[in-house]
């Protein structure tokens, strides 16, 4: 029973985010070998060519590259806010005594980085990057644990999605209070209006996905208009989905049956249609099975794949190329800074705490998770890619140099934290498993 309520859906979660890791990683090598070819100039003015609506009255035009950082993205952040209220109200994070593990991870994560780079940083222009090295990209660090396979526990892998989970709380809260513009209170207050409006409907129980989705829309234009970062919507907008179904297992099963002894009693006309019976019957069964999913599951298994494949690919398409061949304005202190946060700040963060956390008992370690495997996990954390990337985006947007700087050093600190984190969880897995496993 546990394997298939909780396991399987799991580890499909895994190989999806596996399988992502890699197509972003294909991604960015494109972006990268694009943007330093004798095209380069090309790539460049594609991501900076204005789309939009334009009449006489009004006019809403962006850069396609915001489209992807402003549009795009909310997709994926409105992905994440799915992920939290799941796992706030039934998943790993639900309970004082499931949280405390990867919370201390995460915290550990998050101050450790922001502190090493404070620390080092020594140009009054840069120091609004320090939010750059707090959150950890889920798909690639995953893609790597798939490579291991049985050669680690299922529960370290649950571990890193949890804490990954938690690093995205943090960096939400960061990116909506330290890196919004100038706050418009009139705009702002209609979308919370409207947010408390969902939220309203989701607890009575009413729940429409065309409603939703119209919604989102509106709410996030005004939270583009109003100066909060537009991606905070759809992290916001996500707690409107409920989670509870409409209907019981029980109740479910049993009117399945009477479908299915309806099915076997209608008509049949023994041609390539179905009788009008046989229509009728089958509109009710799907009626109910929409009525049985949980919407929250249903749309976050539906959108799972879209943003792994396709949103999070573009992302690391558009964001990642930088011409490092052909740019003299590369700010080295900066790039190697960021690189120390996310190596060190992590590798060290992530496992110092949660090592002293556990000596003074305030959290439990599972038993099949050796702190060789949580060091490993630690350096993994270090591969912060897309949220640093985009973080670097808002930090530095008035900064082509800077976000540039930023890109490299989060370029290379990742490369050498996932080579550090899969190398420590090979000689760890060589130690407990036996050559022949796989």
């Not at 060519?49 to 795009?72: R, S, V």
């Not at 930023?406 to 090979?426: E, M, P, Y």
Request: glycine share 8%; charged share 15%; with cysteine.
């Amino acid at each position: 029973m546990i394997k298939e309520v909780f396991l399987t859906p799991f580890q499909k979660f895994v190989k999806v985010e596996g399988l992502g890791g890699i197509l972003l990683l294909l991604a960015t090598i494109l972006a990268l070998a694009w943007a330093n070819s004798p095209y380069g100039d090309l790539y460049n003015e594609i991501w900076q060519y204005d789309i939009g609506i334009a009449t006489e009255t009004f006019e809403f035009k962006k850069p396609l590259i915001l489209w992807i950082n402003d549009g795009l993205m909310a997709i994926f952040f409105f992905l994440i806010g799915l992920e939290i209220k799941r796992e706030l109200m039934i998943g790993e994070l639900n309970t004082p005594k499931k949280i405390a593990f990867p919370l201390v991870g995460a915290l550990g994560g998050m101050i450790i980085p922001v502190a090493f780079f404070l620390t080092i940083n020594q140009n009054p222009d840069t120091t609004h990057g320090w939010g750059i090295p707090m959150a950890t990209d889920i798909a690639f660090s995953l893609a790597i644990l798939n490579v291991l396979g049985k050669r680690v526990p299922l529960s370290l892998k649950v571990f890193l999605t949890a804490f990954a989970i938690v690093d995205d709380i943090g960096a939400v809260l960061v990116i909506a209070i330290f890196y919004s513009g100038t706050i418009n209170i009139t705009l702002l207050l209609i979308a919370i209006g409207l947010l408390l409006i969902g939220y309203l409907m989701s607890y009575k129980g009413y729940y429409s996905r065309f409603l939703t989705f119209f919604m989102g829309i509106i709410i996030w234009f005004l939270f583009l208009k109003s100066g909060i970062h537009p991606t905070v919507a759809g992290i916001m907008l996500a707690f409107v989905v409920p989670i509870r179904q409409k209907v019981d297992n029980t109740t479910f099963i049993d009117h399945l049956e009477e479908v299915f002894n309806d099915l076997k009693k209608a008509s049949n006309l023994k041609k390539p249609i179905l009788s009008s019976e046989q229509i009728h019957l089958i509109d009710d069964l799907n009626d109910w099975s929409h009525r049985f999913q949980s919407p929250l599951q249903h749309l976050e298994h539906n959108l799972h794949g879209w943003v792994a494949y396709i949103i999070i690919p573009i992302f690391a398409f558009a964001n990642a190329g930088v011409n490092v061949t052909g740019s003299s304005h590369i700010d080295m202190a900066l790039a190697i800074n960021i690189i120390i946060c996310l190596v060190l700040g992590k590798g060290i963060g992530v496992s110092l705490i949660v090592f002293l956390a556990k000596k003074i008992k305030l959290i439990d370690v599972p038993n099949d998770i050796s702190f060789k495997q949580i060091i490993g996990v630690s350096f993994l954390a270090g591969i912060g890619f897309t949220m640093a990337i985009f973080i670097a985006s808002l930090a530095f947007e008035s900064s082509l140099e800077y976000v540039d700087s930023a890109k490299i050093g989060i370029l290379i600190g990742s490369l050498i934290s996932a080579v550090i984190g899969f190398t420590i969880l090979r000689m760890s897995a060589s130690e407990t498993v036996s050559p022949d496993s796989d």
